[in-house]
């Protein structure tokens, strides 16, 4: 098992949809930085843009860049026959969706780690530095997007299990990254509005706050609304759903 991890975990490494992910996230992240500074020149004289809008950006294609990454890394397991491969040497089923899974954390991570380490070495050269966060509260911001990425990782690498070896896997995974990230805003409209009047009740209510404190897919934001606590719950959960339904799914699936 260890050794078939080590083995997944170099090959992800080397990955060159992996690597040239990573590489897009910081040029991204340099990007936004530049046109941003540039635009609040026009508008304000000169007035510099915060860090924390800085490492806010990743926030905008953080869900999309490790979907896609995760599914580039682990989708040729299938379609050139690796997991096939791999059963015929006598690897458990369970043990293959393990070490997936696991792996998914990691380019999850690493792509996030990505993004915080680019945006660091930006502030100071077109930022005013941080304003709203302390050290810590900045440090607790940051793990919170290696955690909600390592989530994301986790369960894009379970969706791939389910349509692995097919190109619909990039269409349904990508569709539901986009979707996700298109409620999570609806979420954040709707419970802090700029009026600063919550308008929601009921169920609706409940189903929100629910989504926005608990959903890893909601936690792509560098100011925090919740406990950390409820964060590391919510990207526990996901991640062991993600775990229990590779194995389930792959235990199954036809491997051809």
């Known amino acids: 098992m260890l050794r ?46 915060s860090a924390e809008e800085i490492m806010n950006a990743y926030s905008d294609m953080g869900i999309l860049v490790v979907t896609a990454a995760t599914i580039f890394v682990f989708n040729t397991d299938f379609a050139d026959g690796i997991i096939r491969n ?22 999850g991570a690493l792509i996030s780690i990505s993004a915080i380490v680019a945006g660091n070495l930006l502030v100071p050269f077109f930022s005013s530095g941080y304003i709203s966060y302390t050290v810590s509260e900045a440090l607790g911001s940051f793990l919170v997007f290696i ?26 995974g990508l569709a539901i990254a986009f979707g996700l ?32 404190r608990f959903v890893p897919y909601a936690h792509f934001a560098f100011f ?19 775990y229990l339904a590779a194995v389930l799914i792959l235990e199954r699936k036809e491997i051809r």
């Open 147 to 172: 955690l909600s990425s390592m989530s994301v990782g986790a369960f894009a690498t379970m969706l791939m299990m389910v349509l692995g070896g097919t190109k619909a896997v990039y269409v349904a």
């Open 181 to 212: 990230r298109v409620f999570g805003m609806d979420v954040m409209e709707k419970l802090y509005p700029e009026s600063g009047e919550c308008l929601l009740s009921g169920s609706k209510l409940i189903l929100y706050r629910a989504y926005d």
């Open 4 to 49: 078939m991890f080590y083995a997944d975990l170099r090959s992800t490494l080397r990955n060159k949809g992996f690597i040239e992910c990573c590489a897009g996230v910081a040029v991204y992240m340099a990007g936004f930085v530049i046109i941003l500074s540039l635009i609040m020149d026009m508008m304000k004289k000169g007035d510099r843009i």
């Open 224 to 242: 925090r609304r919740w406990a950390m606590s409820d964060y590391i719950i919510g990207s526990a959960v996901c991640i062991l759903i993600s």
């Open 86 to 107: 791999k059963l015929i040497c006598g690897v458990k089923r369970r043990g293959i969706a393990a070490s997936s899974v696991t792996c998914g954390m990691i380019v």
